[in-house]
């Protein structure tokens, strides 16, 4: 008898172990394939990598918008160095996403099993630079997991801002690092709430720039206030949930476990 619930005991070990597995469900995490697909421009680097245009690279700008083709719909992207986003640095590889106004960018994916998904990525603002004050400033923005029949599952509000440095004014600042290497690489961590996965579902994740409007001395919206959120290494990692048959085994499992350990006591 000792020796089926020793049986059971290492099976559920083996279905513990394939419920922590946690698998990646988004493509292109980090905007390089789509950089590729939609053939951003870039000035190769000694090292290899391919940057944005620079202070004395003015001819074209890589910030683009996002193009059909790739995994990722809306928004924008931009390489490392790109004068337009103040000469910020992916977090990983040689491009990241953008976000301003009240842009939405997004990708879909369908379930292939009942899961809990976590979302990890990273945000920072653009710098404000030399007469641009208003470049810097916080940006508020949402990210939302749609089904197909419209069901929202809110992942958090957030707010980005400059790493480093103060977030309105010019490079002239004293003390301001923003352009410092150290400020041009700084990202900021985030983690979203827990969303849960049916399989067979198809799911949007979107993120959702949120910048205010801007009104007249009457009330009336007169356009969108110019801030942006840059986006990089979007992570959705995703754990099975276990099936009710699954649970049962665990538990018995458990039950073989204790009954061992008495009967090495005794």
């Known amino acids: 008898m000792m020796k089926g619930f020793l049986k059971l005991l290492c099976v559920s070990s083996a279905f513990s172990c394939a419920l922590s597995a946690q698998a990646q469900v988004l493509l292109d995490s980090s905007f390089e394939v789509q950089a590729q697909v939609q053939s951003t421009p870039f000035y ?12 004395n690279n003015w001819g074209w700008s890589s910030w683009q918008a996002i193009q059909p083709g790739g995994a990722w719909t809306g928004g924008a992207l931009a390489r490392t160095e790109e004068y337009a986003t103040g000469w910020k640095w992916a ?15 997004s990708q879909t994916f369908t379930a292939t099993g009942d899961s809990v998904g976590t979302l990890n990525w990273f945000d920072a603002n653009r710098s404000s630079w030399r007469e641009h004050t208003w470049y810097g ?13 419209g069901n929202v599952q809110t992942i958090g509000n957030f707010t980005s801002q400059v ?12 003390g301001d690092d923003r352009f410092s290497l150290a400020g041009k690489k700084g990202w900021y961590s985030r983690t979203g709430n827990p969303v849960n996965l049916v399989s067979g579902v198809t799911y949007t994740l979107s993120f959702n720039s949120l910048s205010p409007y801007n009104y007249d001395s009457s009330g009336n ?4 206030d110019d801030r942006t959120t840059l986006l990089d290494d979007v ?3 995703v754990t099975p949930v276990p099936e009710p048959a699954t649970v049962t085994v665990l538990g018995l499992g458990l039950l073989g476990s204790s009954l061992a350990r008495r009967s090495r006591k005794r």
Not at 44 to 55: D, F, N
Not at 92 to 99: A, R
Not at 221 to 224: A, E, K, L, S
Request: charged share 15%; proline share 3%; hydrophobic share 30%.
């Open 235 to 237: 992570q959705f990692s």
């Open 44 to 55: 190769s680097q000694p090292s290899g990598a391919k940057w944005g245009a620079g202070w």
């Open 137 to 149: 400033r916080p940006n508020d923005y949402s990210v939302t997991l749609t089904d197909s029949l």
């Open 91 to 105: 977090h990983s590889g040689d491009v990241f996403g953008i976000i301003k106004d009240r842009q939405t960018m």
């Open 163 to 174: 790493f480093l440095g103060s977030e309105a004014n010019s490079w002239t600042n004293t």
């Open 221 to 224: 919206v007169q356009g969108i």
